[in-house]
């Protein structure tokens, strides 16, 4: 009786042992599992970061592509010529209006500045030669300038600058067509004109 005791103990003894054995194992396998999980992290730490270097990069890269365009629009401002365009078109003497018809006329005015108003009235007419120009100033600080008068003409116009009640005349002889200007006010359109016609016209 004794003795079967002892061999039902020896099996169950072996039998923990493979029982602790195949637990040993499992353990084991478990923690070399776990440290090469844990080992890769690194790595895909690294791989994450690289991306992340290369999307730097191209931020700068798409910088330096901005400087460039900058410079495009830079070189776009070619406003100025547009710009120059515009003042040329400004410095244009504007078209001759159509002028009042004195040739019957021995003497007639025009009114320089008349309430105020930048223009001279009227602006153009048209005299045989012969007629007398009487201009009267009817507001302050305007005078009477040629910019263009007709080859071998001696007109020289009122230069000075006058006040309300000053006059000016010329007798006009040379045929042809006169433009002058109130030099203070010429920007604001104070022009006038004199056409002196002969008989052949």
Do not use: K
């Not at 004794?2 to 072996?14: D, H, K, P, Y």
């Not at 637990?23 to 396998?29: D, F, K, P, R």
């Not at 730490?45 to 400087?67: I, K, L, M, T």
């Not at 010329?170 to 604001?188: I, K, M, R, S």
């Amino acid at each position: 009786m004794t003795g079967a005791l002892t061999g039902v103990q020896m099996q169950r003894s072996n039998s923990r042992r493979r029982l602790l054995s195949v637990t040993g194992s499992i353990v084991l396998a478990t923690l070399a599992g776990c440290s090469g999980v844990l080992g890769g992290d690194p790595e895909n730490d690294d791989a994450d970061g690289e991306p992340a270097n290369e999307s730097d990069g191209d931020a700068d890269g798409n910088a330096s592509d901005g400087g460039e365009t900058d410079g495009d629009s830079a070189d776009g401002d070619g406003s100025s010529p547009t710009e120059d365009g515009d003042d040329a078109a400004d410095d244009e003497t504007p078209p001759m209006p159509e002028p009042v018809d004195w040739t019957d006329e021995e003497r007639g005015t025009i009114s320089v500045g008349p309430g105020g108003e930048f223009v001279f009235d009227p602006d153009a007419v048209r005299v045989e030669p012969g007629t007398l120009v009487r201009w009267l100033w009817e507001s302050d600080f305007h005078n009477v300038v040629p910019v263009d008068r007709p080859d071998g003409a001696d007109w020289d116009g009122e230069t000075e600058t006058y006040d309300q009640g000053h006059s000016y005349e010329f007798t006009f002889e040379t045929p042809g067509t006169y433009e002058y200007v109130c030099e203070p006010h010429e920007g604001a359109g104070m022009r006038g004109y004199v056409v002196v016609s002969d008989d052949q016209q």
